[in-house]
């Protein structure tokens, strides 16, 4: 980089600014911290003592490194060790040392070692570690074996204690290391667990599966045992009243206290323990905006904790009663936060840019009412070239919450939607579970009624729009540059699925579960609805520029099916470029980042004659 802070644009500094996750702390060693940030460039781990303030990088991988655990003894840092991004693996661990203590060793990962001996690669499915320091419950996935659940004691070999072909994985393992919690699909709906909890040595104790005897198949999830020796409490979430609910089960009476929030919340919830056991950190997410609340247990009273507008990614309560929470939202950049007031971690270095503020749209679609959240040029006024950016998931939901992507555009004179399609969550059970059988489909109904809003409100320029997405919005990305061809100006698919058919065959286990469920069996089975469904079944319809980028490890939109769909364009002399990048399903490194979207802006640009990317 050859340019100073000063002269670099804003859009480019809000990559480059030091960012840090929510710290994640020792259950028995509160001062011993783990935190991912980009500071030097990539995405790596950080270990944080806070007694002393001491901090030092733990991992130092070309592609950068974001999922790590810490040892409820604080003494060892677990972190998943996959190739360039393929999220294929084993776990490895190193003691909580500062470089001083490690000055022998050469590098960041110098010490690491494997975890869990005994265990092949594959590809995580949860991990729960013991308090002595000495157990570990390791989820695995594999093609060959489906899911598989393993107890690792030191000094010997991993014991199986689960196997199934579908679905399953690590929830939590109790205080005292006597019970696991699992979170299961045996059933064959991969949208909806249930939930089973076992001995170290396999056998059940409890299970709770609210897919049965109902006219729907509902969901459940482990949150979390109670942190207290020989407590038998799990958290746990469910949908019983159509939207996330936290509940209160005793595995051991049976026993399930019902918070019956549902009078006092609207939207989707989760929870987590306080440290003591005696209450509970609710977050709560309402139409693209969350906040958090105590809940105690003794009284069954709510409070609300001070929080500002905008969006809570992530939050946890500390022994001393405090929690800290990630907070953001589209127009200040994020920023570790606690209810006492102050900042937690503020990374040193140059300051990220705001951006401008969403505002909320409610559109009428062939599902209901469509939610989206819209962004454009301080005092602009439109018609704008306007950029369609749609999230992946797809169960997921766009929020108020701060992304340096959308503000590039509007930085470049675009106005930026973003729409909270059927299958999206947040917006209740039936939202999310609308997505069934018509694959992508569903969603860009959803997708174009907002497009004519935009359109017909003044807002959007109709020659000059773009669709975009990542992952599953790359894939509507593509689908909807087929189906609509004659809505779109330009198409910039990241990491999307371009032939469903191949990508299935190709893609990890989980997610040919997952698209099993959404489409109702495999492309042997429901061959119309794949066809349907598949981006490539539409290719030569499609009329506008076309621009992809794609990870060549990715294994969740595999390279094989992006190539049969891009031969296909090439074949018609479609207009079209293909971006491919030496990283799985995104990238961590921020030039890499930068990098692609200054791509995508300038291919916006060469075919609507809007600004070349600022330098």
């Not at 360039?84 to 050469?106: L, V, Y």
């Not at 667990?193 to 005897?213: H, I, M, W």
């Not at 729907?216 to 009243?241: K, N």
């Not at 049969?564 to 491919?580: C, F, G, K, Q, T």
């Amino acid at each position: 980089m050859t340019e100073s802070n000063g002269s670099m644009p804003d859009w480019e500094k809000r990559f480059r600014a030091p960012r840090v996750s929510l710290p994640d702390w020792a259950e028995d060693a509160p001062d011993h911290a783990l935190f991912v940030s980009n500071a030097t460039g990539t995405y790596e781990l950080y270990a944080w003592n806070r007694a002393t303030g001491e901090q030092h990088q733990v991992t130092n991988r070309p592609n950068g490194t974001t999922d790590g655990v810490l040892s409820p003894d604080g003494a060892w840092i677990w972190w998943f060790d996959d190739k360039d991004g393929d999220e294929f693996g084993i776990w490895r661990r190193r003691p909580f040392t500062s470089p001083a203590a490690t000055a022998a060793a050469s590098g960041p990962n110098a010490r690491d070692e494997p975890a869990v001996a005994g265990l092949d690669p594959s590809y995580p499915a949860g991990l729960a570690i013991g308090r002595d320091g000495r157990t570990a419950v390791v989820g695995r996935s594999t093609d060959e074996d489906g899911s598989t659940i393993h107890v690792a004691r030191a000094g010997e070999e991993p014991v199986e204690i689960y196997r199934h072909r579908e679905s399953a994985g690590v929830g939590d393992l109790s205080h005292d290391g006597s019970l696991i919690a699992i979170e299961h699909t045996e059933h064959g709906d991969a949208m909806h667990s249930a939930l089973r909890v076992l001995r170290p040595d396999g056998s059940t104790v409890a299970e709770l599966d609210d897919t049965k005897g109902g006219t729907v198949e509902l969901g459940l999830e482990v949150l979390g045992f109670a942190p207290v020796d020989g407590d038998t409490r799990l958290l746990i979430g469910h949908q019983r009243r159509g939207r996330w609910e936290p509940l209160v089960w005793d595995v051991a009476s049976g026993e399930e206290l019902d918070l019956d929030l549902a009078d006092r919340l609207r939207g989707d919830m989760s929870a987590e323990w306080y440290p003591d056991g005696s209450a509970l950190l609710v977050a709560h997410s309402f139409e693209a905006r969350g906040d958090l609340w105590r809940y105690d247990l003794a009284t069954r009273t709510l409070e609300q904790l001070p929080t500002p507008a905008g969006t809570v990614s992530g939050a946890t309560a500390r022994p001393d009663g405090t929690v800290e929470y990630l907070w953001s939202s589209a127009a200040e950049p994020p920023v570790v936060r606690s209810t006492s007031g102050a900042v937690v971690l503020d990374p040193p270095g140059m300051k990220s840019p705001g951006s401008v503020p969403v505002r909320d749209v409610w559109v009428e679609s062939p599902g209901g009412l469509v939610h989206a959240l819209v962004q454009q040029p301080a005092d602009a006024t439109g018609p704008l070239p306007t950029v369609f950016d749609i999230h992946g998931g797809p169960t997921w939901h766009d929020s108020d919450s701060f992304a340096a992507g959308p503000a590039a555009w509007v930085d470049h004179g675009y106005a930026v939607v973003r729409v909270n399609y059927r299958g999206s969550t947040g917006y209740g059970r039936e939202w999310t579970d609308a997505l069934k059988h018509r694959v992508g489909l569903i969603e860009l109904e959803d997708i174009a009624a907002v497009r004519e809003w935009a359109v017909s409100s003044g807002l959007a320029d109709p020659d000059r729009l773009i669709l975009t997405g990542g992952s599953w919005g790359g894939y509507l990305t593509l689908l909807g540059l087929g189906t609509q061809p004659d809505q779109w100006s330009v198409g910039i698919a990241a990491v999307p699925v371009a032939d469903y058919v191949t990508a299935y065959h190709d893609e990890m286990e989980a997610l040919k579960a997952m698209d099993r469920t959404l489409l109702g069996g495999t492309p042997e089975e429901v061959p119309e609805r794949f066809e349907a469904s598949s981006p490539l079944t539409y290719v030569d319809a499609v009329k506008a520029p076309v621009y992809i980028s794609a990870g060549v490890n990715d294994p969740r939109c595999p390279i094989r099916q992006i190539d049969n769909y891009v031969s296909r364009l090439a074949a018609r002399d479609a207009i079209h470029e293909v971006y491919r990048y030496d990283a799985g399903h995104g990238s961590l490194v921020v030039d890499e980042r930068i990098r692609q979207l200054r791509l995508e802006l300038a291919f916006a640009a060469t075919h609507l004659g809007t600004p070349a990317p600022r330098d």
